[in-house]
């Protein structure tokens, strides 16, 4: 696992001013949106380009970093992700209900206030437990959903389960690093901004998210090339039913034999025919000659 790199890799890409450039304009404006709810759309498509980033990552392409040309699979992309995370958090949402119910009741006073404030208590611990649990497995059902991006391939419980147990180490490494990542990238933008008379914040701010989220995406990319994930179907024997066709070529050459070539050698043997029968038909005159000759010596005796 190489933690730098997912940040230097950003510079190494011949294109990388243009790529974060436009994906800090879909972050501003999806942060100036957001109180209309449109700017949901924006965050939407960075996920699912964040998806696309893990995938080449995960594949070991030179550049991973994707082009901005694929705005409705990102978005399409972006909200499958959004519902497997929520589904992932379901629980904690609802552990905030009793938390909310034993809010009220401490406005009571006297023993409802009591109940009211261990309920709470209660309650944001298993919010607390269970939210870190959702860090744990984030790694395992973001690459379980990139393997084909399906909903339910992001939901496979026992096999992203699994998977984090098998690399539980390296996952809790990449969990804690990202998080300080994030803390650091927010706080040295943060500051960026603040010297640039908190105009810079406006640029700043976008990038802050951007960068975060691109660091996460490809720490996760690294887990899923050193850790395969055997979920989902990205595994179809795809490769050898694209080789087949090479496979067909090789028919091709038993034709080759089918050419008038050989029937060509035969040719010259043909010729030679002749020659050979002509010295055979030689061969018997020969013979008679030598019985005369044997003859007039027995007239003579």
Not at 134 to 145: E, K, Q, W
Not at 177 to 196: D, F, H, Q, T
Not at 200 to 212: A, E, N, Q
């Amino acid at each position: 696992m190489d933690y730098a790199k997912a940040l230097t890799f950003i510079t190494e890409d011949p294109r990388w001013k243009e790529k974060i450039a436009i994906g800090g304009g879909v972050a501003l404006i999806s942060i100036l949106l957001s109180f209309i709810l449109i700017g949901v759309i924006g965050f939407l498509i960075i996920s699912g380009y964040a998806v696309r980033l893990l995938q080449n990552v995960r594949d070991g392409k030179t550049h991973p970093l994707p082009e901005w040309d694929a705005w409705g699979d990102d978005l399409v992309r972006g909200f499958k992700f959004l519902v497997v995370s929520l589904v992932w958090s379901l629980p904690a949402i609802i552990f905030t209900i009793p938390s909310t119910i034993g809010g009220m009741l401490t406005e009571g006073g006297g023993s409802a206030e009591t109940v009211g404030g261990i309920i709470v208590f209660c309650a944001t611990c298993l919010v607390s437990l269970y939210s870190l649990f959702v860090a744990l497995v984030s790694p395992g059902f973001t690459i379980g959903f990139a393997t084909d991006e399906r909903i339910g391939s992001g939901l496979q419980f026992t096999k992203i389960w699994n998977w984090t147990q098998q690399n539980i180490g390296q996952v809790v490494i990449a969990v804690i690093v990202i998080i300080v990542a994030g803390i650091a990238i927010s706080l040295v933008g943060s500051i960026a901004g603040a010297l640039l008379c908190l105009v810079g914040l406006v640029v700043t701010l976008p990038l802050i998210m951007l960068i975060t989220t691109i660091y996460q995406f490809h720490i996760y990319g690294q887990l899923a090339y050193a850790f395969p994930y055997d979920g989902g179907d990205r595994l179809p024997v795809v490769p050898p039913t694209d080789w087949t066709p090479d496979a067909g070529d090789l028919a091709v050459t038993p034709a080759v034999p089918e050419t008038p070539v050989q029937p060509e050698t035969p040719a010259a043997p043909e010729a030679e025919e002749p020659s050979s029968d002509a010295t055979a038909e030689g061969a018997p005159e020969s013979t008679p000659d030598s019985d005369e000759t044997e003859q007039p010596p027995a007239a003579q005796a």
